[in-house]
Structure formats: C-alpha cells, structure tokens
C-alpha cells in the first residue's frame, strides 16, 4: 500500500529566510505524481506545487520549489525568503490511482 | 467563478442522530471525493465517486453514507453509527476519473461537533 510520510509536525523560519518541509513515499509504482497543498487557518486546501514522476527536473513555483529524489522517494518542499503569510499546514500528497495525503507539516514563520 | 461549494460550515449532531453534509460543484468535474480531517492524522478517504449512480469506500466509511444522483452534487450522511463524528471534513473533486495527474480542488470544509 502506498504510503506517505511527514517526519516534522512542527516547522518554524524567520521570516525572509529558507525552510525545507521533508516528505518521504512508499510505492511499488513507477509512473505517479506528487503535490503539495497549503492550508491555512482558513481551513481551505490550496495547491501549492505538483511534480510528475517522470520529470528529473524539479518543479518550481515562485519562492516554492522540490527537491525530487526517486530513487530515494522523497519529495521536499523549499519555500525561500518566507513570508508571514506562508504560516499554515502544508501536506504532501501522492497520487497514481488514487490520492494519498502526509499527515502535515505545520509551519509558523517568526517575525 | 468555479468551485466546490460544502454547506454548512459549522453543524453540530446529536446523539442517535442523522447529519447530511452538502457538496456541490461547479466545475464540470467527474470525480468526487469525501475526506475526514483529524489532527496529526491527515486527511483520511471516507468515500469518493468517480461517476454518477456510483461510489466506491474509502479507508474509512463506516458510519457514513453517501449518494451521487447528479454530477454537480455529492452529499455526504454522518449516521449515528459513526461513534466518534468530531472531525473537519473536506469535499473535493477531480476533473476525469483517472486524471491522477492534475491536483483535486477542495471547498472550504464543514466542521462537525457533537452537542
């Protein structure tokens, strides 16, 4: 079965500095997709980055980028130059016949 | 504009009681999906449905039930069998059935107490 993991309940950053969120995955597949979702106190689960397996080059969105390893099945999360409004949950999901969500990672971000 | 609409945003139950949460969509999407939130447990699958008349259990769904008789709509029944309903529950969809590729779009979620 697939799983996957979030190792960090808890993450802090000051703000405008780099934070990595870890996601590690458990699959027998070999064609599959990643993603990241952000849910703020708002409770609403925004897309923030999605990988395709297939893909070597890393996925970037702004200040949010991946560090995609398959061999090792991890999926890290970079946000750089923080800002307040990053505070929230972020989860990690993997999807290839059906969705699989980490059990998140939430992030403050200090002042 | 497009999107998920889950109603009510708070709903409290009480014992030996019946509760419906609403689902609806605008986007033309195929699939739709029910996910239970815990704290530290993530988002767990109750049911999902991936065509009209049709839906398949996920991880999760005893105590719940639920009905697809039209596309835009996915309501989701917390029935008294459900012993522990507490919880944040999110509605998402799915533009294809097998588009595993694209992300789901979420509502904004119900959060259910019980009294």
């Known amino acids: 079965a697939q799983t996957v993991t979030q190792s960090q309940p808890e993450m802090s950053v000051q703000e405008a500095e780099t934070v990595t969120l870890s996601c590690t995955y458990d699959?027998?597949?070999?064609?599959?997709?990643l993603f990241w979702y952000k849910q703020p106190p708002s409770r609403q689960m925004i897309l923030v980055i999605r990988?395709?397996?297939?893909?070597?080059q890393n996925a970037t969105e702004n200040r949010f980028s991946v560090n995609f390893q398959k061999a090792a099945k991890s999926f890290s999360l970079k946000i750089s130059d923080s800002q307040l409004g990053d505070a929230a949950m972020y989860f990690c999901?993997?999807?290839?016949?059906?969705?699989?969500f980490g059990t998140g990672t939430s992030l403050t971000v200090i002042p | 504009d497009g999107g998920i609409t889950q109603s009510p945003k708070y709903l409290f139950r009480k014992e030996g009681q019946n509760v419906t949460l609403s689902c609806e969509q605008n986007?033309?999407?195929?699939?739709m999906y029910w996910y239970r939130q815990d704290p530290g447990q993530g988002l767990r699958l109750i049911y999902y449905?991936?065509?009209?008349?049709?839906?398949q259990k996920g991880d999760i769904a005893e105590g719940y039930s639920v009905s697809r008789e039209k596309k835009e709509s996915f309501p989701l029944t917390v029935t008294s069998a459900q012993k522990n309903p507490t919880a944040f529950y999110l509605c998402?969809?799915?533009?294809?059935?097998?588009?595993?590729?694209?992300?789901?779009?979420f509502g904004d979620g119900t959060r259910l107490s019980i009294l």
């Open positions: 999901a993997y999807s290839s016949n059906q969705f699989y």
């Open positions: 699959t027998s597949e070999s064609d599959y997709y």
């Open positions: 990988q395709e397996a297939y893909k070597q």
């Open positions: 986007l033309n999407h195929d699939a």
């Open positions: 449905s991936q065509i009209v008349n049709d839906f």
């Open positions: 998402a969809s799915l533009r294809q059935a097998e588009g595993f590729n694209q992300p789901q779009h």
